[in-house]
């Protein structure tokens, strides 16, 4: 399989507790993207990447949020003290160089009880 | 800020054409997508445009972009019960960073 990666596909929590999420881009993609979405909306962008380097922060990305790319090729992002309002899917996305053709992963699925 | 705008909900008949409807207000858009989820999924790219285009067509698909109008569209042909899903347009103005409508859910009845 050649796609995007995201592990785990669903995460249940408790308020409070601290989770990450980890996306494996295609091979080569040198963009890779993390979007959240929320029951009945689109997408919303939080954060993207140039190799290593985070170029762009969302203002939904709380200082509760981090995200890495230590190495240029897989990422991973971490929610601390999560509350329930951070359920939702979270979605991993890359594209190559100036190619503007995005591909999701699968997502993962945080539920917060 | 940027804003994208669906209709939320279309039903057609197998074998039908479906027109599924977006606006956009962003006028420095310079790309316009749209993807297609279907249950408990991530999001299938299926097709884009690049602004300085007025359509695109891809076998069953065909896009229609009015830029003058910020309206775009995606026409789905002979249309299949595997077809059903939610389908999002999203714009971008560069470096994919997209913003998405609320989705379009699409249901094709036998």
């Known amino acids: 399989d050649t796609g995007v990666s995201q592990d785990p596909r669903h995460k249940i929590t408790k308020r409070g507790q601290n989770v990450t999420f980890r996306c494996d881009p295609i091979?080569?993609?040198?963009?890779l993207y993390w979007y959240r979405q929320t029951l009945g909306q689109g997408p919303e962008f939080l954060t993207y990447?140039?190799?290593?380097?985070?170029?762009?922060k969302s203002r939904l990305l709380s200082d509760r949020f981090s995200a890495e790319r230590p190495k240029g090729s897989f990422s991973t992002l971490e929610i601390q003290r999560t509350e329930q309002g951070d359920s939702a899917m979270y979605l991993c996305?890359?594209?190559?160089?100036?190619?503007?053709?995005?591909?999701f992963g699968s997502g993962t699925q945080l539920s917060v009880l | 800020g940027e804003d994208v705008e669906q209709s939320l909900f279309l039903s057609v008949r197998e074998g039908d054409s479906s027109v599924i409807n977006c606006t956009y207000t962003?006028?420095?858009?310079?790309?316009l997508y749209w993807y297609k989820q279907e249950p408990g999924a991530g999001l299938q790219l299926l097709t884009y445009?690049?602004?300085?285009?007025d359509m695109k067509q891809d076998q069953r698909l065909t896009v229609l972009l009015n830029k003058k109008d910020k309206h775009l569209s995606l026409r789905i042909a002979d249309t299949q019960t595997g077809d059903s899903a939610i389908y999002f347009c999203?714009?971008?103005?560069?470096?994919?960073?997209?913003?998405f409508g609320k989705g379009t859910m699409l249901l094709v009845s036998p």
């Open positions: 996305a890359s594209v190559l160089g100036n190619n503007e053709k995005l591909f």
């Open positions: 999203a714009e971008s103005s560069g470096y994919s960073t997209l913003t």
């Open positions: 990447f140039q190799n290593e380097a985070q170029l762009e």
């Open positions: 445009i690049f602004s300085n285009m």
């Open positions: 962003d006028s420095s858009s310079t790309y």
């Open positions: 091979s080569e993609h040198n963009r």
